[in-house]
């Protein structure tokens, strides 16, 4: 069987027959790159987003220097809320000049209108297709999950907790879902316009929602992810569903819709691969701390991976979270080269 | 029935029928309560810890003040690694002078004097049981579990991904296998040594090792956990173990030996309750955020926890998280009061 990188990737996603898994890693353009801190000295990250040139670039970065095989766009799960009218700096974090905690707050919101907003996003990602289409690399965009986005939004800055977010969902659950709603709109434009302007894959990143157990999860969370699945559903490009620290969450996982749900390691990709069944590939999941190890440990847990991963319908080898800024370089790179080594 | 407050949460521990689930909450003692910061007024944490007849009044304070059934010694995990020489401030959360990160680092610590290294901790728990003794309300000692002490001591402070922690565990494991052993040691003997100074019951905290997958907490969590489990099996408190974010962890910490587990928001505990069986009692678990609702959701909720937790051995009414500087004081009361109103 020969295939492109793109078909590759296309065909773990859906669970058809592949030659070995495809390989990216999530946070794969980042800080542990000498040439992105070049890309990105002395600008801001919002403005290295708006940058269309400097993001294609830095979005190529691992294709031409780790062996990836996957290009993702470069930005944040933040940059959308743009569409809103949203407030928005990243110190490194996203940080929110007025956070939003009542029903009123959500009311003087936005319509969301994403082109307008952010046009540099769909920019970016016209040109990286034109880039990757001879070579037959896939495109993926991204977007978070309306819990996640709410989630910052309503505490305004990154917390261990999120009380605030839990004060309005035990509190004032109303407000919580006017501002789901508003977001998951938003949510399903902007994926939509990513894929018109050439995302083959997308991949929802709900980074916060483990903080939920699974009955607030069912309540708050996957509501938002069945709708964007339901929705995306006939726009042409799978969908990948990366629910963080979620390990407990992986059964009601399933009936998101996702075609591919992305696993940190503290979940056991057998026994996920067992009970997904045909329902949905896997994406994962290394810990991105492992790739500090030696070239040849590297290498035994990507096999290790694959072979648990063998059972489901579809695999594609990523970590199971972003990329450090201590990640080593050689770690990546031992990653891919595992990944391309494979022979199921 | 008729039990004593002591009696209620020894027997719940132990699996003995009880007329209701015994409360406390961990972090009682805390920044929620005004008075709590009041007794702290200008003090460092190490110097509020040190001074013994403060201590004890903000030990007893939830006691007086929220109904809790239950004191709880008032200081950190991490007092006792000053036993073992090491340089500790908290700003507020510890931080290490010289983080350990080699084996030789390890080899330098001392050997561990608890009673001589922090007689404080001890002559507090000796005036507190003075004190409850008549009222027959339980005391309960506590240490940080020998992972998450690690986790620390190697990286400096808390951070969310603990990437130099792990680049021991990956990279030079006997390292860490040393480091870990020395600090079982401190934990046996600093419980012995509470235990022996009047505490009735003693909690375990792991609060990191949930960033660890099942197979790697295997390896670097539960060894140290079943040792101390099995060192104090004769000393005649049970012994509770908290691992926090730790849903995905429950079936392997059933192996720990602890008589309780305490469970996070995140775990099913019906499920748990079932999977249980008579090898461990259940403690928790609703949300501390939960405490923002009104005083009748509280009450449900709490009623909900106790039919969940029926069919275990034992339940320990708690949350799954320490309370938190917001938490509200009247949030607190109504979950007290709910225990007291429950009957089996």
Same mark, same amino acid.
């Given at each position: ?95 929110? +000049? ?6 009123? #707050? ?6 969301? #209108? ?25 495109? =993926? ?62 991949? =929802?990143?709900?980074?916060? &929602? ?8 069912? &309540?708050? &969370?996957?509501? %938002? ?42 979940? #056991?990709?057998?026994? +996920? ?18 790739? %500090? ?14 072979? &648990? +991963? ?8 990523? =970590? ?25």
């Amino acid at each position: 069987m020969s295939l492109t990188r793109t078909e590759r990737l296309l065909r773990a996603c859906r669970g058809e027959p592949v030659d070995r898994p495809p390989v990216w890693l999530m946070r794969q353009a980042g800080r542990y790159l000498p040439s992105y801190r070049a890309a990105r000295a002395g600008l801001s990250f919002l403005d290295t987003c708006r940058d269309v040139e400097r993001a294609v670039e830095i979005s190529l970065q691992p294709l031409r220097e780790v062996g990836t095989e996957a290009v993702i766009l470069f930005s944040d799960i933040f940059v959308p809320v743009l569409g809103l009218g949203v407030e928005l700096d990243f110190q490194p974090g996203p940080l929110i +000049a007025r956070p939003i905690r009542t029903r009123a #707050d959500v009311e003087k919101l936005a319509e969301p #209108d994403v082109e307008r907003a952010v046009p540099y996003v769909f920019e970016t990602l016209r040109r990286l297709r034109r880039v990757l289409e001879p070579e037959a690399v896939p495109l =993926l965009g991204f977007a978070g999950a309306p819990f996640t986005l709410a989630a910052y939004l309503v505490e305004g800055r990154g917390t261990r907790h999120f009380a605030e977010l839990k004060r309005l969902l035990y509190v004032d659950p109303d407000a919580l879902r006017a501002l789901l709603a508003r977001l998951t709109e938003l949510t399903v434009r902007y994926l939509e316009a990513q894929i018109r302007a050439g995302a083959q894959v997308v991949q =929802l990143f709900d980074t916060w &929602a483990g903080i939920l157990g699974e009955p607030e999860y069912r &309540a708050w &969370a996957l509501p %938002a992810q069945r709708e964007i699945a339901e929705r995306l559903a006939g726009a042409g490009a799978p969908l990948i569903l990366y629910v963080n620290d979620g390990a407990h969450l992986f059964g009601a996982t399933l009936e998101s819709g996702a075609d591919v749900l992305s696993l940190d390691w503290r979940v #056991d990709l057998a026994e +996920a691969a067992r009970r997904a069944g045909r329902r949905a590939s896997l994406q994962g999941n290394l810990d991105p701390c492992a790739l %500090a190890a030696p070239r040849e440990r590297i290498a035994a847990w990507v096999g290790e991976l694959a072979r &648990a +991963a063998a059972p489901a319908r579809g695999h594609v080898l990523n =970590l199971g979270h972003g990329c450090l800024p201590d990640t080593p370089v050689e770690g990546v790179r031992a990653f891919t080269d595992a990944a391309r080594n494979l022979s199921r």
